[in-house]
């Protein structure tokens, strides 16, 4: 059985193709359009995941997309309808875009797919709930044959909350907690109220918590928030004016937190990092409380995560440390992009009955299921664009490109195939010496074009991150994060201490202090030899020139800017920005030796996320 | 559009949730004049809702 699953129209559009229950690729529209988050209809990822299975349109027995437009529509008819006559502005918004476009997706869906082949799709479409696409992409996917899975996101359909149970190739949804009460609509509340970007700033959020207090605890949870034991919640809507109007929080909440919502372009202060810290800190306390109820409540060894709360890898680590369950698996496309893999999976063993095969260490093949291009093909893009470039076998490469970090220079690695989901993985990726402490300030001024919170995501050796942090299981997917061991901290003096705000993260923490925060963790990617084994080949000859088997790994792109996808776009990235060397492939290029003339000014082609 | 209606009416079958036929004619209504009287329908910045 074939299935192509979709998730388009709201934000992050992406399509996946799952055939007979395996996963064979998944990709992100914006990846190929260059457009942050494109909502439109994933064409060109479809294109790409047929070509990577092999099919034309005609051979797909099913189409899954990955929520219910009518239950969506059913919601903001009764929210509107409760908050009336408040809310009639946002209301006026949202009518046209509904009447117009949104309550015809089947039809638009059947019409675009039409285009690609005569057939009839309306009998072929399937449609999946929001949360069970999140739950089935984690489940599904993940190497256990039964588990409780926990979904948490801002809103789908009518849920924000689930807890589901897999056995086999069953799902079942158990419990629901329901819009407008939301832990990922609070914690973006206060992404808004901080003034980053609802739906893309909430990460900056999360790397801004280490820098305060969470002094404003008391006060979210006195008035915001009421938690029970069990981590089910309700929000003071109050407090809140996404359901009536055009902003997260009201009047009410500037007054708890003593003034108004910060202006984007405004300094950041202390009381926006001690809010930050004080989200967050409620956060945790939810999942984990959550975490743990289910726990008891099924008597469940092994845990599922997915949904965009899944991507706040502070909570995550702190779940795993906090041991209520043996294993935890986390999808690594935990966002709306993976509810197109979620939905298909859903169709393939729920719908269609296909048998599940547990896989190890999973299914989602180190979530490198986007396109690759082979040798041939790169160095005809790369002689079509006018680079300049020395191919060489795979020990000149990984042994000149080791030399090449060692020697503190920033690398641009382009190999295999693209990554699925938020976070590159060593495939499209920018690498620098973890051990630098300029590497920090370099990758984000002169390659980034931003300033950082975050410190860089260590890539370290699978069989070495013990060594290097204490973290007693896997992290292939950047979503755990865990501290650095004590015996490589470096003790910071009163003065250092004394800094405030990101000239913190300047001052070196450890010995790999590119990618140790200021509370010295580290969001944490281990590399296994069967997984990725290029870049397991690139770090254990980092590690037999230099000792240390950590890189700092960032995405391959700038601020504001799809992660690359072609080689194409990784020349011009490569050309737009202060990158010492590009690897696409076994060819490797030197900034010194390319043509001025094809520099680029990269630095404000994109909008700023 | 009756296509959408009679697909609605059905939803609103299977959810028991006659009640919101009104709404939905009404919203219809309204939906449609804010249509013409708009040129283009923007999403506001909180997508997530919509």
């Known amino acids: 059985m074939k299935v192509l699953g979709l998730s388009a129209f709201y934000h992050d559009s992406a399509a996946a193709l799952v055939v007979n229950g395996e996963i064979i690729a998944a990709a992100q529209e914006e990846r190929f359009t260059r457009k942050k988050h494109d909502a439109g209809y994933p064409r060109h990822a479809i294109d790409y995941v047929l070509s990577a299975g092999g099919l034309t349109p005609s051979d797909i027995d099913y189409v899954a997309f990955y929520e219910k437009p009518f239950l969506k529509f059913e919601r903001l008819l009764e929210t509107y309808v409760s908050m009336a006559p408040r809310g009639f502005k946002s209301f006026a918004m949202?009518?046209?875009?509904?009447?117009?476009?949104?309550?015809y997706q089947k039809d638009l869906l059947s019409t675009e797919l039409n285009a690609l082949v005569k057939a009839d799709w309306n009998a072929k479409l399937v449609f999946s709930e929001h949360h069970l696409s999140h739950a089935a992409s984690a489940f599904f996917a993940s190497p256990f044959q039964d588990a409780a899975v926990l979904t948490m996101d801002g809103v789908g359909e009518w849920a924000t909350t689930s807890l589901a149970i897999g056995h086999g190739n069953a799902l079942t949804i158990e419990r629901e907690i329901h819009f407008p009460h939301s832990l990922g609509l609070l914690y973006s509340a206060f992404t808004y109220y901080t003034g980053f970007r609802v739906n893309s700033g909430e990460y900056k959020l999360m790397g801004l918590a280490p820098y305060g207090e969470p002094k404003y605890v008391s006060q979210i949870l006195e008035n915001l928030i009421d938690v029970k034991?069990?981590?089910s919640f309700r929000l003071d809507m109050k407090y809140f004016d996404y359901c009536a109007g055009l902003t997260m929080t009201s009047q009410r909440f500037d007054h708890i937190f003593g003034g108004p919502a910060r202006n984007p372009e405004d300094p950041l202060t202390q009381r926006h990092m001690d809010l930050a810290a004080s989200v967050q800190f409620v956060l945790e306390d939810v999942v984990l409380r959550l975490a743990r109820s289910i726990a008891s409540q099924t008597g469940m060894r092994n845990l599922c995560l997915a949904g965009g709360v899944a991507l706040n890898c502070v909570a995550n680590g702190k779940v795993l440390r906090d041991g209520c369950f043996d294993k935890i698996w986390i999808q690594p496309a935990s966002g709306d992009a993976g509810g197109a893999l979620g939905a298909a999976l859903a169709a393939s063993f729920m719908h269609l009955g296909v048998p599940r095969k547990v896989v190890s260490p999973d299914s989602m093949h180190g979530s490198y299921?986007?396109?690759?291009?082979?040798?041939?093909?790169?160095?005809?893009?790369?002689?079509?664009v006018g680079a300049r470039f020395v191919k060489m076998t795979d020990a000149e490469m990984f042994a000149k490109t080791a030399d090449c970090l060692a020697a503190g220079l920033a690398i641009g690695w382009f190999q295999g195939r693209m990554e699925f989901g938020p976070r590159a993985l060593g495939n499209r990726s920018i690498l620098g010496d973890a051990r630098s402490p300029a590497m920090q300030k370099i990758l984000n001024l002169k390659i980034k074009y931003r300033e950082s919170f975050r410190p860089f995501a260590p890539a370290v050796l699978a069989e070495d991150a013990a060594d290097y942090f204490d973290l007693n299981v896997e992290s292939p997917y950047m979503l755990l994060v865990a501290p650095v061991r004590q015996e490589r901290r470096r003790p910071v003096s009163a003065e250092e201490a004394a800094l405030f705000g990101i000239e913190k993260l300047n001052v070196p923490r450890s010995d790999i202090p590119a990618v140790?925060?200021?509370?010295?963790?580290?969001?944490v990617q281990t590399v296994r030899q069967d997984t990725n084994p290029k870049l397991h080949a690139l770090l254990s000859m980092f590690k037999e020139r230099t000792g240390c088997s950590v890189l700092a790994n960032?995405?391959?792109n700038v601020r504001g800017e799809p992660i690359v996808c072609t080689p194409e776009d990784a020349f011009r990235c490569f050309m737009g920005t202060d990158l010492d060397i590009l690897v696409v492939g076994n060819c490797v290029l030197r900034k010194e030796d390319q043509d001025s003339a094809l520099a680029i000014n990269y630095k404000n082609q994109f909008e700023l996320d | 559009m009756f296509k959408i209606l009679g697909e609605f009416l059905v939803f609103m079958k299977v959810r028991k949730k006659y009640w919101l036929f009104p709404i939905m004619i009404v919203t219809a209504l309204l939906g449609g004049l804010i249509l013409l009287t708009k040129g283009s329908a923007v999403a506001p910045f909180i997508y997530t809702l919509f």
Do not use: C, N, Q
């Not at chain 1, 949202?94 to 309550?103: D, F, G, S, T």
């Not at chain 1, 140790?516 to 969001?523: G, L, M």
């Open chain 1, 229 to 231: 034991p069990d981590g």
């Open chain 1, 94 to 103: 949202a009518l046209p875009l509904w009447m117009r476009e949104k309550l």
């Open chain 1, 554 to 556: 960032t995405s391959f």
């Open chain 1, 516 to 523: 140790t925060h200021v509370d010295y963790s580290a969001r």
């Open chain 1, 369 to 384: 299921l986007g396109p690759s291009y082979a040798d041939d093909e790169i160095e005809t893009t790369l002689h079509r």
